[in-house]
């Protein structure tokens, strides 16, 4: 096919292992390959023989092959990056649960490999897949697929967990409910992909009278309760099948009138458990969501379940009523086709074809959001523009306006932006004091506004912004004064800041992201703004955020020169951002002597 993207999907559990997110990976990079697009899967491994294989592919990406881990177009290709760790052991592990070396693998891959899209499967989990959110640059998705489990996501918390949602841009669900649980942690709109049910789930019609059910500690009562039906129906078959995701139960008890018409097996491959399925009239299962009722449906099997989904339901203390469900299925030959018919054409919906469609569709949508790159301009006369500073409008600074004017002058500025803290007066009056004294330097009119969810300057404007409104009714006042949405310090996280959820759906109101503020009091808030901008191709700003004259020009847009707000956003693609930081605690000091003396006046 045409325009086909490289993807890589990231599975934290060993792709030749039994655990059901393995398998739907599985499923989901054949299917995806066979739409044309080049799939590779990251994953731990057992085998000596893959983790060498792997080891040769990372090593020559690193040597330069940036072909080394893009699978051909049809063909998934499944690299190995580290040793599969036991899952009793990930929640003992108070870090990332990842080897060291593993995390390294999975950095170089995600940032060195060429995918266009990196989705990360239960990225909750410490592991791979939590690494791979942690190091990708590019368009990242986090997929989930179960219950958020307390233990497991300990390591990660608070400002972290925030920080590596930011770095999340599509958020899928296997189902609702596990949309509901992972927004608990991260918070967003999540698109639901199902779990892909094996085409070997087929239907099968067979001139059967027979149940098959889960078996699991849990369900032993529901076991017994349908061997009872068992004993008491001539000619009704029972298989229970060991629920792959628990430990093996008790085998249950069989009375004489049902012996020989009960079987308990194992987890079954697959293909075994289609045809168990397939010589099945009704499944019986504890949950009508679980991988075991979407098999169940797919091949042809009317369902009885405990929230009734797509068939017959039971309270979850009353195994009796399930064993009646059965019975009346048993019975009723119109209701349980109907059933059979509605599950089948359901279950259609999660075969690995549809999957991969609506996979396709959610990572061009994504893709999709980042704006075209600008070549660099031809040589033109640039300015130095400083675009987030205050003054004695500001509660928080005493710096006189005209002052600032004199002192930006000195230092070689040729224009710059007054963004005073819900107060736009201290720019209208700079832009009086440079046209009435003829001062060479260009002010442009501006105000850092308080909303609901954090700040947001507006460049350009004609009159004051309440403080206050959604961030939206104050992007959109923004708007109406012809004026430009500048987002400034969005990752500062020790202030209040829009939430990644709101940033990413802010993308195409954003004119302006900036990426470097020199009054911040760590480098990674920057360096967290600097990867957002660069990802979706936002156009890039610098501020001093000056609250003294002498944090002035910390900062620097080196941009050619502008008149208006259009000529300024097309300069503002071809900024050069030139860092001169001072020491903060100097810089801070001199705020807090001047804070103290205007309170004083």
């Not at 690193?62 to 893009?70: F, V, Y």
């Not at 266009?116 to 690494?131: K, L, R």
């Not at 909303?451 to 206050?468: A, D, M, P």
């Not at 993308?507 to 900036?514: A, H, N, R, T, V």
């Amino acid at each position: 096919m045409t325009d086909a993207l490289s993807i890589c999907l990231v599975c934290p559990y060993a792709l030749n292992g039994a655990h059901p997110v393995a398998g739907h990976v599985r499923d989901v990079a054949t299917a995806l390959a066979g739409r044309g697009h080049r799939v590779t899967v990251l994953a731990p491994s057992a085998s000596t023989q893959a983790l060498r294989s792997g080891r040769r592919r990372l090593r020559s990406l690193a040597s330069g092959d940036r072909e080394a881990l893009l699978a051909l177009a049809g063909e998934p290709l499944a690299v190995a990056v580290g040793p599969a760790v036991p899952l009793v052991q990930r929640h003992r592990s108070r870090g990332a649960g990842i080897p060291v070396a593993s995390n390294a693998n999975v950095a170089l891959a995600v940032t060195r490999g060429g995918f266009d899209i990196v989705d990360a499967h239960e990225p909750h989990v410490p592991g791979i897949a939590a690494a791979a959110v942690k190091h990708a640059r590019g368009i990242t998705v986090g997929t989930f697929h179960t219950a958020v489990d307390r233990t497991l996501v300990a390591p990660i918390r608070g400002s972290r967990r925030e920080r590596y949602r930011a770095r999340i841009d599509a958020l899928i669900a296997t189902s609702a409910r596990a949309a509901e649980r992972a927004a608990t942690l991260y918070r967003g709109e999540y698109a639901i992909v199902p779990e892909v049910v094996d085409p070997v789930f087929a239907p099968r019609r067979t001139s059967g009278h027979a149940i098959v059910a889960t078996w699991s500690t849990e369900s032993r009562p529901l076991a017994r309760a349908l061997i009872r039906l068992v004993a008491r129906t001539p000619g009704l078959t029972l298989t229970l099948v060991w629920d792959r995701d628990s430990r093996r139960p008790l085998r249950p008890h069989v009375p004489a009138a049902a012996r020989g018409r009960v079987s308990a097996v194992g987890p079954r491959d697959p293909k075994e458990l289609a045809a168990l399925m397939g010589a099945a009239d009704v499944a019986v299962c504890s949950a009508g969501d679980s991988r075991f009722a979407w098999e169940a449906r797919a091949a042809g099997c009317a369902v009885v379940s405990q929230d009734g989904l797509l068939g017959l339901s039971y309270a979850p203390d009353q195994p009796p009523l399930a064993a009646a469900a059965a019975a009346r299925l048993l019975d009723d030959d119109e209701l349980r086709e109907r059933l059979i018919r509605e599950g089948a054409e359901v279950a259609a919906e999660r075969r690995p074809e549809r999957v991969a469609a609506r996979l396709e569709e959610i990572y061009r949508e994504a893709l999709g959001r980042r704006r075209a790159a600008r070549p660099r301009p031809r040589t033109r006369e640039t300015i130095d523009v400083d675009l987030h500073m205050h003054t004695n409008h500001s509660h928080d600074c005493a710096t006189d306006p005209e002052a600032l004017i004199d002192h930006a002058i000195s230092i070689g500025l040729g224009a710059i932006a007054i963004t005073d803290h819900n107060e736009i007066d201290g720019a209208f009056e700079a832009q009086r004091i440079v046209r009435d004294k003829d001062k060479p330097l260009v002010v442009i009119a501006a105000e850092e506004v308080k909303t609901s969810e954090g700040e947001v300057i507006g460049l350009f404007l004609t009159e004051k912004i309440e403080r206050g409104m959604p961030i939206d009714e104050t992007i959109a006042e923004i708007q109406r004064q012809g004026g430009l949405v500048l987002m400034p310090h969005p990752f500062d996280r020790l202030h209040t800041i829009p939430s990644a959820a709101t940033l990413h759906r802010l993308l195409d109101e954003i004119d302006i992201f900036e990426v470097y503020n020199s009054r911040l009091m760590f480098d990674t808030f920057n360096d967290d703004a600097l990867r957002f901008a660069t990802k979706y191709n936002l156009v890039q700003s610098a501020g001093s955020d000056s609250h003294v004259l002498q944090g002035l020009g910390t900062a620097i847009n080196r941009i050619p020169a502008f008149d208006g707000p259009e000529e300024f956003l097309v300069s503002m693609r071809y900024n050069e951002i030139i860092r001169r930081p001072k020491n903060l605690l100097y810089l801070q000091g001199l705020k807090w002597v001047q804070q103290v003396g205007k309170t004083g006046a």
